[in-house]
């Protein structure tokens, strides 16, 4: 399973190339998942469900099913967070993860930076930056190859070739 991360201070833009990023590659054939990582306490469960009543009851994992999908909900009660290699373990294998998040982990990634936030360029610090993408391609000077973020199918082809990808078939009409 190849991966490759989007990395990137809060409000650049990480989610929406996500999103505009995937229907572009599984247009192509590939089996693509993500992973996000969130800063902060998030709850995907409600007050009132079943779920939920199992999780404040005690149970250190929950597992909700349905003929459409299933998630596993995992309390680390007081345990460390765990690692983002711990957490692929979880995942089933496909031709490509989309790590978003996870800016520390030793893993290739693009860097989404907008100059406008005035935050500082990881790129400079981070030797598993692979490429930067931006919406001021000409605002910056790194060693990596910078992209234009509003061009997400170039983004994508780079992903392609970076990772050694192959389309499993041909995008649009032959």
Request: proline share 6%; with cysteine.
């Amino acid at each position: 399973m190849k991966i490759i991360g989007l990395a990137g201070w809060s409000g650049s833009g990480k989610t929406t190339l996500v999103a505009r990023l995937l229907p572009m590659l599984t247009a192509r054939g590939l089996r693509v998942s993500t992973v996000k990582h969130a800063h902060h306490s998030f709850d995907m469960d409600k007050p009132g469900k079943d779920s939920h009543v199992h999780r404040e009851a005690g149970a250190t994992e929950v597992l909700v099913t349905s003929a459409h999908r299933w998630a596993l909900l995992h309390e680390n009660r007081g345990m460390p967070e765990p690692s983002m290699v711990d957490l692929i373990r979880y995942m089933t294998p496909v031709d490509l993860l989309i790590v978003e998040g996870f800016k520390a982990h030793p893993h290739d990634k693009i860097e989404i930076y907008r100059p406008a936030n005035g935050k500082s360029l990881l790129a400079r610090d981070d030797p598993h930056i692979v490429a930067v993408a931006t919406d001021e391609v000409n605002a910056i000077d790194v060693a990596v190859p910078i992209l234009d973020l509003n061009d997400v199918g170039a983004i994508a082809e780079f992903i392609i070739a970076h990772c050694g990808l192959r389309e499993v078939r041909p995008h649009g009409p032959a």
